[in-house]
């Protein structure tokens, strides 16, 4: 079982950004795929975004597109939500959560089905309020 570690949470105004960073010890990125994940009070835990670890291919919840972006480092070790334009509705519990390729049925594009993944951190808050 992988450690997933995320950090970057925190308290922004609408319209604001954050980034946050997910990390976990002991994998090899580019043979999982990465997904966030979040949720608000009293919501079900939703997709967000996930990349694939080794082509960078990157998939998105229509709540987000145009704002948010996915993205690993170069390091493949270390992979990013930036987050612009925040809303209220945004406000939640962001979890990273990760795979390995050969434990899923995808092919290029990976997916944001919550039970897919094995293993998850511990969350980050993110607030957008004014």
């Known amino acids: 079982q992988l450690q997933v570690v995320e950090s970057g949470g925190g308290l922004v105004q609408p319209g604001g950004s954050l980034r946050l960073s997910c990390g976990a010890s002991?994998?090899?990125?580019?043979?999982?795929?990465i997904a966030w994940f979040r949720q608000g009070p009293g919501n079900l835990r939703d997709g967000v975004s996930c990349i694939v670890g080794s082509s960078g291919d990157t998939t998105y919840a229509d709540s987000v597109k145009g704002r948010f972006t996915i993205s690993r480092d170069n390091a493949r070790i270390t992979v990013y939500l930036q987050m612009n334009s925040l809303k209220p509705e945004d406000t939640g519990v962001y979890y990273c959560?990760?795979?390995?390729?050969?434990?899923?049925?995808?092919?290029?594009?990976?997916?944001?089905?919550?039970?897919?993944?094995?293993?998850w951190g511990q969350g980050t808050r993110v607030s957008v309020s004014s």
């Open positions: 002991g994998y090899i990125l580019d043979t999982y795929y």
């Open positions: 959560a990760v795979v390995p390729r050969s434990r899923t049925t995808w092919s290029k594009r990976c997916e944001l089905f919550p039970s897919a993944y094995d293993d």
